[in-house]
T-cell receptor, first 115, second 112 residues
Framework: DTGVSQDPRHKITKRGQNVTFRCDPISEHNRLYWYRQTLGQGPEFLTYFQNEAQLEKSRLLSDRFSAERPKGSFSTLEIQRTEQGDSAMYLC?????????????FGPGTRLTVL | TQLLEQSPQFLSIQEGENLTVYCNSSSVFSSLQWYRQEPGEGPVLLVTVVTGGEVKKLKRLTFQFGDARKDSSLHITAAQPGDTGLYLCAPWALEAGNMLTFGGGTRLMVKP
């Protein structure tokens, strides 16, 4: 296993269209995270899964955003009716938690541009 | 919600110089990660520090966790152009559950 993978790496879409991104975590990791990162900022937390259960959602995750992890392996993040403000890098990370630390390993990201 | 400050926000230096970047908060953390991110890529985990006062070295990079586990520093000796990138700190507190909070990062440029 070579790490977290994300697809596509880049997506250009027109305002109002729906987009879906995929994340494949490190295989033995049971936790999966989605973040959004805009230019010049650090990643902002969107949502988190433990196995197939979605346990946390940020207030940043509006009704137009939905994430799934149906079998506890890969995850998808869908944005409906995209807006120009959705343009950002969408990062996925996975982790194994153990006592005293929480280490997350990131994928390369999907760069979304909404025209 | 913990307030996290990274400084400086931007740093441009010549190859061979030394530098230190900081990650500060008023909260106590269980552990803290440092990441480096290059343009168009995801953050890459450099190190995790867990114990107050802990020092970890990764080649020319030295990471220190504050004695009170509220802050951390990253020192780079003899910086190289390959060190260019966004350095992010991400502390973790038990009460935050399973989420990391990222600082805004220090954008480092090392000129040859």
């Amino acid at each position: 296993d070579t790490g977290v993978s994300q697809d596509p790496r880049h997506k250009i879409t027109k305002r109002g269209q729906n987009v879906t991104f995929r994340c494949d975590p490190i295989s033995e990791h049971n936790r999966l995270y989605w973040y959004r990162q805009t230019l010049g900022q650090g990643p902002e937390f969107l949502t988190y899964f433990q196995n197939e259960a979605q346990l946390e959602k940020s207030r940043l995750l509006s009704d137009r955003f939905s994430a799934e992890r149906p079998k506890g392996s890969f995850s998808t993040l869908e944005i409906q009716r995209t807006e120009q403000g959705d343009s950002a890098m969408y990062l996925c990370a996975s982790s194994l938690a153990y006592r005293g630390r929480l280490e997350q390993f990131f994928g390369p990201g999907t760069r979304l541009t909404v025209l | 919600t913990q307030l996290l400050e990274q400084s400086p926000q931007f740093l441009s230096i010549q190859e061979g110089e030394n530098l230190t970047v900081y990650c500060n908060s008023s909260s106590v953390f269980s552990s803290l990660q440092w990441y480096r991110q290059e343009p168009g890529e995801g953050p890459v985990l450099l190190v995790t520090v867990v114990t107050g006062g802990e020092v970890k070295k990764l080649k020319r990079l030295t990471f220190q966790f504050g004695d009170a586990r509220k802050d951390s520093s990253l020192h780079i000796t003899a910086a190289q152009p390959g060190d260019t990138g966004l350095y992010l700190c991400a502390p973790w507190a038990l009460e935050a559950g399973n989420m990391l909070t990222f600082g805004g990062g220090t954008r480092l440029m090392v000129k040859p």
